[in-house]
Structure formats: structure tokens, C-alpha cells
T-cell receptor, first 114, second 111 residues
Framework: KAGVTQTPRYLIKTRGQQVTLSCSPI?????VSWYQQTPGQGLQFLFE???????NKGNFPGRFSGRQFSNSRSEMNVSTLELGDSALYLC?????????????FGPGTRLTVT | KQEVTQIPAALSVPEGENLVLNCSFT??????LQWFRQDPGKGLTSLLL?????REQTSGRLNASLDKSSGRSTLYIAASQPGDSATYLC??????????FGTGTSLTVIP
């Protein structure tokens, strides 16, 4: 079974631009979560989508948004990029069953904002 | 708000040694706890998932325990190998299905 895939793997943008990252979950997984990882803050939860609906949201500004499509693929968008948005963005998928919420992570997208 | 702490932040051991990584959390109302490893610049690889009703899980040379009442989990690695060198992260999952990650322990196994 193919794992979680993320595209692109690396991205360089300038301040003020916007960016869209993509995540394809493991086949059959209906939940997709997004995380931001930085050396200073560690791994921080952005949001989770389940069946095309945002189910949970972390403490990030409205510049960070996402969506999920009917095939469970998800996109994350960051508008008006700031230097502090430079990070590794990870997505994770899970079956979201009530008794087994094990998450499987993709390789991440490394975003550099200059 | 749930806070997850991992001690030590970094650990260096000779090959073959057994070791223990610690994870503590402030709110015992958790659903599950999951241990991951992360290699430099890469995503996270799931190691073990412990459900709240369980006390421990084992996979090969890895054993993870969970004590909800004291807010602690440990990851035991037996007979460490250089390939075990990575950052180990624990994450607690609350009853709202939100993940809270620890700060990680960077492990180096010296050949």
C-alpha cells in the first residue's frame, strides 16, 4: 500500500506570496492532519480534515487554511507569506476509527520564505 | 492546555546499550499515545501506538509503557544499534482527537 505523499517536497517563496501544498493520504484513510515543524516551536498542529470537513483547528492565524476533496486528498494554503512561515510542513493520514487513531506521516514539504 | 515534555533532549550511547526515553504529559485525559522516530529532514515514522486502556506495547526491540495516572510514558530500546540514531517524539491524543507532540529526544548510537 502506498504511503502518504506530499508535493512539492521543496519550495522557495518570497514574502507576501501565497503557497499551496498538497497531501495524498494512504488509500482508505479519511482523515488528514497538517502540522508545522520548526526548530524553535517543534511540531505544531494546524488542522485536521475528515470527510471534507475541518474537524479540528490549531492556534494559527487565518492566513493558514486548508481543504479536503472527496477523494480525501488535502491541500493547505498559506497566504501573505512571512519569514516565520519557513518550516517543514507535514501531513498525516489515519483511518480515524474510534479505537485506533494511529497517524501515518508523509515526508513533508520544506518551505523557505525569503 | 496539554503540555508534553521529553527528557533527555539529547542522548548519546555506545552500540549495544539498552536505553530509556521519557515522555510526560500534564493532562491525563488522553485517548492514545504514539511514539515516532524522525530522521533528519524527513517525516515521522510511527513506532508504537498505546491505547488509553493499555499499559504497554512491544515491537521488536522496542517497548513502550503508559501510566496515565502519573502522566508518563517510556520508550525502551534494547540492544541499541547505529541505525537507531534519530529523533524520537511522543504524541498524546486527547479525547478531541487532537495531537500534542513532545519536544523530542535526539538519540545518537555510537558504533
Amino acid at each position: 500500500k502506498a504511503g502518504v505523499t506530499q508535493t512539492p517536497r521543496y519550495l522557495i517563496k518570497t514574502r507576501g506570496q501565497q503557497v499551496t501544498l498538497s497531501c495524498s493520504p494512504i488509500s482508505g484513510h479519511r482523515s488528514v492532519s497538517w502540522y508545522q515543524q520548526t526548530p524553535g516551536q517543534g511540531l505544531q498542529f494546524l488542522f485536521e480534515y475528515f470527510s471534507e470537513t475541518q474537524r479540528n483547528k490549531g492556534n494559527f492565524p487565518g492566513r493558514f487554511s486548508g481543504r479536503q476533496f472527496s477523494n480525501s486528498r488535502s491541500e493547505m494554503n498559506v497566504s501573505t507569506l512571512e519569514l516565520g512561515d519557513s518550516a517543514l510542513y507535514l501531513c498525516a493520514s489515519s483511518l480515524a476509527a474510534t479505537n485506533a487513531y494511529e497517524q501515518y506521516f508523509g515526508p513533508g514539504t520544506r518551505l523557505t520564505v525569503t | 492546555k496539554q503540555e508534553v515534555t521529553q527528557i533527555p533532549a539529547a542522548l548519546s550511547v555506545p552500540e549495544g546499550e539498552n536505553l530509556v526515553l521519557n515522555c510526560s504529559f500534564t493532562d491525563s485525559a488522553i485517548y492514545n499515545l504514539q511514539w515516532f522516530r524522525q530522521d533528519p529532514g524527513k517525516g515521522l515514522t510511527s513506532l508504537l501506538l498505546i491505547q488509553s486502556s493499555q499499559r504497554e506495547q512491544t515491537s521488536g526491540r522496542l517497548n513502550a509503557s503508559l501510566d496515565k495516572s502519573s502522566g508518563r510514558s517510556t520508550l525502551y530500546i534494547a540492544a541499541s544499534q547505529p541505525g537507531d540514531s534519530a529523533t524520537y517524539l511522543c504524541a498524546v491524543i486527547d479525547t478531541g482527537n487532537q495531537f500534542y507532540f513532545g519536544t523530542g529526544t535526539s538519540l545518537t548510537v555510537i558504533p
